[in-house]
């Protein structure tokens, strides 16, 4: 019954039934951002988002907006001044002490607040824990609709929010729509848009904003922060080459090879998501839809078979490379190159021809 | 303690298979689960009944046959299950779905007294959205605490819950009061396999069943497709690229066919050699 986004006829009928937006909310014009500031550090799905968001804008020839909230202080302007170098051009600047940790209350409040003050027609947010976290709250105190986890956002002919995501189980993405709500909200995963182009000429207009907010009415506290161990912390996102292994190294033993490879390349490691169910890796070192998206210039991929939670992970690599023995294997639909063979036999050897090709007496001869 | 699990019972996407020519879901026979993410909070729950006395009940919004997975809770230790379904549901985003949810959840409260806790899973398996937890918790007034890796201490006296939660970059912890819904992260918790009475007990138990009509939702138009701001325009086949991969023909041995594919890749990404070469020196 929740299946509602399998491809089946009816609802494509029903959704072409458009009703006209209501009058309440033809007032609501702009794209916003939410930046997520947390620690004094703004997550970089952030600039992604602004990038995306700059490009709806200017599609529907509205302002983009940042949403910074924080407590008073350098971190938060200065993410105020980076949201315009990355494309707002304007932000809204909530700052009060409250704000200084991420917490579900103060942030949902101060957030509602300033949607059903300045009335947006699209909220973006991260798909992160902080994001995800904010976004269903928001939503439902609004009762508009929100799309999870997008791969791409688009404005339509009629100036409607296109948002695509990944379906469940098959080689598909489903298109979805709010149309008769506003502001139409979205999350987007890190790492799933390229970061758009720093330009530190740009500036814009900071609206402060004054949330209804009192800590004596806030019932959650935070008692303590534990920050990551430094070695606990993959950086697999944005590693610059990454190597993968999938169910086709057959055994956990044979995935050592992609380590192997990944340790000669100074790249990191990850794999499909059967990986992590048969316990090979672990969950952040998983790469797809439900893991991490990733964005390097070069990406190998062993033995998997390119299934569509783990291709729209995967996109955004500048090289992909796949190793796999089934030339009909979807991996090759999207990348760019591709060798059929075993990677169980290749992997070591690629390991081998890089070690020789990448050490320092070559770099020296190729300086030189 | 009075607590409630929320379930969803969904396809086993292991036996999930995907029609090779009309690239649609092959749904039949694919076997039924209990979304694995929701076990991690109902072992949570059953930990906490163990120590505190109280109950643990288990609601799901499904068809008919969710039943199955409802009844799988009680094998595994639920004092109680409720099945909620309708046709009035069928095709409900996240925000219909949490408005038939925590109606149903009021209902469930004035049968059998308020609840201390709620737990839902950190997301499903399917829709995936991790957006079921917040609406509910938002619609019912309760405190939200997601990515919970640990449940620290909880007080039934003086009402407070202390919990870990993943945030980015590191751990959190929240103190925060009852009522509250807690979404267990997955693999923090070692799930039971239930004893053999609790499962000859669900064998033979009731699964309470309940329309629309009897959790006293009284606004259907809140409910299913009707109720849902979303609207799923399209479904489609990602584009195919044209420029399918360049193949690079495997050479004599494996050692030939690695010198052929790092030419190839240099070759079509000549500033990836120099990058490379300093990232392997640990530039
Ligand atoms: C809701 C949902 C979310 C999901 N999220 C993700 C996600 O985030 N990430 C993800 O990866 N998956 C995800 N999946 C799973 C996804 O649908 C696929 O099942 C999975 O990616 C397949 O993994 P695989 O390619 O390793 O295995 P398989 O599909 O089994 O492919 C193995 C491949 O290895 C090849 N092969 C076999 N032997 C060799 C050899 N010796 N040398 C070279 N090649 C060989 C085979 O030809 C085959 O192509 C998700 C699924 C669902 C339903
Ligand atoms: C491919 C696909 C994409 C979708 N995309 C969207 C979207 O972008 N936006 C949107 O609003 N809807 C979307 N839906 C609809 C959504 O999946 C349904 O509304 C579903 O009933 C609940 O969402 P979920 O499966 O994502 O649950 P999640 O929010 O991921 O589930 C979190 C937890 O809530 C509880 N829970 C979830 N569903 C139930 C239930 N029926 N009964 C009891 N407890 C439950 C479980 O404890 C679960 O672990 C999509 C559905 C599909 C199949």
């Known amino acids: 019954m929740s299946d509602k986004p399998a491809p089946a006829a009816p609802q494509q009928s029903r959704a072409s039934a458009k009703k006209e937006l209501p009058e309440h909310f033809r007032g609501y014009k702009h794209v916003w951002v939410f930046v997520e500031l947390e620690r004094g550090e703004v997550h970089p799905v952030s600039w992604e988002l602004l990038g995306a968001g700059r490009k709806l804008a200017d599609q529907l020839n509205v302002d983009l907006a940042a949403v910074v909230l924080g407590s008073p202080g350098d971190a938060t302007r200065k993410a105020v001044n980076e949201s315009f170098f990355y494309g707002a051009d304007l932000a809204y600047l909530v700052e009060d002490s409250i704000l200084g940790d991420y917490r579900n209350e103060p942030y949902s409040k101060a957030v509602t607040q300033l949607v059903n003050t300045h009335k947006p027609e699209i909220l973006l947010l991260g798909a992160t824990t902080l994001g995800r976290d904010l976004a269903g709250s928001v939503a439902t105190t609004l009762l508009t609709g929100l799309t999870a986890d997008c791969t791409e956002l688009a404005v339509d002919a009629d100036g409607s929010l296109a948002a695509t995501r990944p379906t469940f189980g098959g080689s598909l993405l489903c298109t979805i729509y709010t149309l008769n709500y506003r502001p139409q909200m979205a999350t987007v995963r890190p790492r799933q848009l390229p970061t758009p182009v720093r330009d530190e000429t740009r500036t814009g207009r900071v609206i402060e904003f004054k949330a209804d907010l009192d800590e004596d009415t806030i019932i959650t506290k935070l008692l303590k922060f534990i920050p990551d161990r430094e070695s606990a912390k993959s950086n697999l996102a944005f590693a610059d080459v990454v190597v993968a292994g999938g169910l086709g190294l057959q055994s956990a033993e044979n995935y050592q090879l992609v380590r192997n490879l990944a340790t000669v390349l100074g790249a990191e490691f990850g794999g499909s998501r059967p990986l992590v169910q048969k316990g090979w890796i672990s969950s952040d070192r998983q790469i797809g839809q439900t893991g991490k998206s990733i964005r390097p210039k070069l990406y190998i991929a062993a033995g998997i078979s390119g299934a569509i939670q783990h291709r729209v992970g995967v996109e955004g690599a500048d090289c992909i490379v796949a190793i796999n023995t089934d030339k009909n294997a979807p991996i090759f639909d999207f990348a760019h190159i591709g060798i059929v063979t075993d990677a169980i036999r290749l992997l070591p050897a690629l390991t081998e021809a890089f070690r020789k090709r990448l050490s320092p007496e070559n770099a020296d001869r190729l300086a030189g | ?283």
């Open chain 2, 1 to 283: 303690m009075k607590i409630l699990v929320c379930i969803k019972q969904v396809p086993d996407s292991a036996q999930i298979r995907v029609h090779p020519v009309t690239n649609t879901i092959m749904r039949q026979g694919v076997p039924t689960i209990i979304n694995p993410y929701d076990l991690f909070s109902l072992e949570e729950a059953l930990k906490l009944r163990d120590k505190f006395g109280g109950e643990v009940t288990t609601l799901t919004m499904g068809p008919p046959m969710a039943a199955d997975a409802l009844r799988k809770t009680m094998a595994i230790g639920a004092d109680r299950a409720i099945l909620l379904t309708d046709r009035f549901f069928a095709g409900a985003d996240t925000l219909a779905t949490t408005y038939a949810l925590a109606q149903a959840i009021n209902k469930i409260q004035k049968t059998w007294g308020a609840l201390d806790l709620v737990f839902t899973g950190k997301q499903t398996i399917d829709g995936d959205t991790a957006q079921v937890g917040p609406g509910v918790a938002k619609r019912l007034g309760l405190l939200q605490l997601t990515y919970v890796s640990k449940i620290v201490e909880a007080d039934e006296e003086k009402r407070e819950v202390v919990i870990e939660r993943r945030a980015e970059g590191g751990t959190q912890v929240l103190k925060t009061k009852m009522p509250c819904l807690i979404a267990m992260l997955e693999g923090t918790n070692e799930v039971r396999r239930g004893s053999i009475s609790d499962s000859l007990r669900a064998a033979r138990a009731d699964i309470i069943t309940w329309s629309a009509k009897d959790a006293e939702i009284e606004d259907l138009t809140k409910c299913g497709l009707k109720g849902s701001p979303t609207i799923v325009k399209k479904v489609f086949a990602p584009p195919v690229r044209t420029d399918r991969a360049a193949f690079v023909e495997p050479g004599k041995n494996a050692g030939d066919s690695a010198d052929v594919l790092i030419e190839a890749i240099f070759k079509r990404h000549p500033a990836l050699e120099d990058d490379m070469t300093k990232l392997a020196s640990g530039f």
